[in-house]
């Protein structure tokens, strides 16, 4: 693999990762609504998660790459209607009080993060792409994939973090504005779905 291989694949992996997703916006959220130390409880759960993603890819990836195509379409077309219901439900957390938010959301943990993570097809998406793009055209034997699938999680936690200090230094001005929060979250969130069909 050259070294303009590897910065592409770089680039395109903090790229998609910094893009708003379900993880990026729930490491907002909860920073934003519960604070850093709890955010970062669930930091853990998104990063495991992605690690598990990541090397599932690696194993998919391996065993049943002549119909992966077509599985790229299936999941895509599923990961659009997932994260289309994400946005509406921000869309619609935009027309409550705040106080009301509060009390009927579910603060950050580790089960949640790695709940977000392992259901997240925008990630499931990008991990297959990322390797069939990226690494399979260079290296097709398994130790290689491996050692991908393993520094692969490496991008997208650093990217929850960034939005995770995010939510923690907008905490103030989420408090004053929480509506056009939740609909500039649930809008760009509906941009991804439609970009994930495209």
Request: charged share 10%; aromatic share 16%; net charge positive.
């Amino acid at each position: 693999m050259s070294l303009e291989v590897a910065l592409s694949f770089l680039l395109y992996a903090f790229v998609s990762g910094i893009t708003p997703g379900p993880a990026n916006l729930c490491s907002l959220s909860v920073a934003m609504g519960s604070g850093k130390s709890v955010a970062i409880k669930q930091w853990y759960g998104l990063f495991t998660g992605y690690t598990i993603v990541s090397l599932a890819s690696v194993f998919i990836v391996y065993f049943i790459s002549s119909a992966f195509e077509n599985f790229i379409r299936v999941f895509a077309f599923v990961g659009a209607i997932y994260i289309a219901y994400l946005a509406i439900s921000l869309l619609i957390q935009a027309f409550k009080p705040l106080e009301e938010i509060r009390n009927s959301r579910t603060t950050g943990s580790f089960r949640t993060g790695l709940f977000v993570q392992l259901t997240n097809i925008k990630i499931m998406v990008f991990c297959l792409t990322a390797i069939t793009t990226y690494i399979l055209p260079y290296h097709q034997d398994f130790p290689h994939l491996l050692l991908f699938g393993i520094l692969l999680p490496l991008t997208g936690p650093i990217c929850n973090l960034a939005w995770l200090f995010a939510g923690v230094l907008l905490q103030g001005l989420f408090k004053k504005h929480h509506r056009i929060f939740y609909t500039l979250m649930g809008l760009s969130l509906l941009y991804c779905a439609i970009g994930i069909v495209k």
